[in-house]
DNA sequence: CGACCAATCTTGACTCGTTCAAGTTTGTGG
DNA sequence: CCACAAACTTGAACGAGTCAAGATTGGTCG
């Protein structure tokens, strides 16, 4: 739970300054991966103390625009961060409680990157959202049988 | 841009009562695709006059949750309905300007619908999203090469 | 055809995730 | 060690969307 000593190497090969709020806030998604940013609120609080919530919302932009956290927010949800950046893995939500787990996609590297018609766009990335239910909400909302 | 007469019918074999409302913004989604909820509110005042915008955003939930109208919200974006619905098509989001593009996945025809570890997820459909720039925002910031 | 009732619509207030703005503190290069 | 821009604090504000209470109205049944 300590902050890990990859974390400052991390925000210096970005070309971000040190600050504890952002060693913090980078350990908090680490930690819990999917948070929202309430959650890492809390978690970088307990870690540090008092931490105003516009400095969070600022790392965390921060840490996104340089690639160091990913950002996903599926309909319906607010923003969730993770820290597993540049694998092109995906996620499951569950449609009943909004639960998130992550997929590696079964079609290879670049799933999907290639659209039949792109509209003239230029592609960078694929972003897949497996929507569904997870065992917990199956199993609660099933019948006995 | 009259009301088609096929929204009564829609509205009718969904089990849903058929107000002027209701056909109203049918229309104004199947005219606008990608339209946000503010773009559909000003296109049904174009046909009916005054409606309120609660007004609007039931009728939006009521549609999308009986499948007449489907419903979109990239990461950075407010909420945008379309009329294409059930034909597993998915979307080419600018990262730019926001704007959007249907697309046809060119893996058939439930692409990627068969994740390697579901962790126990009931999967019932998949959504991707494209992320890239569009042809007008790739003009007016590429240099002059 | 007319009345009833639940579904739908109107009005207006409100929530809450997120952003804006101004001023203070702090990390980092020189 | 200093200076300065980047980062943080404080507090207000924004806006998409929701909640709640009461008035209307579509559809059904007698």
Redesign the pocket.
């Known amino acids: 739970m300590a902050t890990s000593p990859g974390s400052e190497q991390l ?2 090969s970005a ?8 060693m913090a ?1 980078l350990d908090a998604v680490h930690d819990h991966p999917h948070a ?3 959650q890492i609120i809390a978690s970088v609080r307990t870690r ?1 103390g ?13 840490l996104t625009s340089n690639g160091l956290v990913r950002r996903i ?1 599926p309909s ?1 949800s ?3 961060y993770e820290a597993r950046v540049g694998d092109n893995h995906h996620h499951v939500v569950c449609r009943a409680c909004g639960s998130i787990a992550d997929v590696d996609c079964a079609v290879g590297e670049t799933p999907c990157l290639t659209a039949n018609d792109d509209h003239g766009f230029t592609i960078d990335e694929a972003e897949v959202i497996y929507w569904g239910t997870c065992p917990a909400c199956a199993a609660s909302s099933a019948p006995s049988s």
């Open positions: 925000l210096r070309q971000l300054r040190v600050t504890r709020p952002r806030v929202d940013t309430e540090l008092d931490v105003s919530h516009q400095a969070v919302y600022d790392v965390l932009r921060a927010q319906n607010v923003a969730r």
